[in-house]
């Protein structure tokens, strides 16, 4: 039974690295790369490099997607439409700050200065 399920374990971690080798994410390595660098930390596999990339796009994904909810619950019925006719939502640094505050991140400043 152990044997089993440590052979799963191997082979989700096979396809897991094979997804990563074929995946090119919308963040570049080299920036993850670079921020690591400028935090003194050194990535010497690029595999993990890829790993950071695509989970900073799903994460990015998920606050984005989280915005556009919030934009559309504000502008309700309201939302501005293109020529085309087509609805056209736009992003504003309240609605992401909030989205980002859902995730854990406070990007609001002091109000006081």
């Known amino acids: 039974m152990a044997e089993q ?5 191997v082979r989700k971690g096979r396809e897991i690295r094979e997804a990563v080798r074929e995946h090119t994410p919308a963040v570049p390595v080299e920036l993850v790369e670079y921020y690591a660098k400028k935090q003194g930390l050194s990535i010497k596999d690029p595999q993990v490099a890829k790993i950071i990339a695509a989970s900073t796009e ?3 994904g998920r606050v984005l997607g989280d915005a556009l909810e919030l934009t559309k619950k504000a502008q309700g019925q309201a939302g501005n439409v293109r020529k085309d006719g087509r609805p056209q939502d736009t992003l504003q640094l309240d609605i992401l700050a909030k989205a980002l505050k859902d995730s854990g991140i406070n990007i609001s400043g002091n109000q006081y200065l």
């Open 5 to 9: 399920g440590a052979e799963e374990w």
């Open 58 to 60: 799903e994460f990015l």
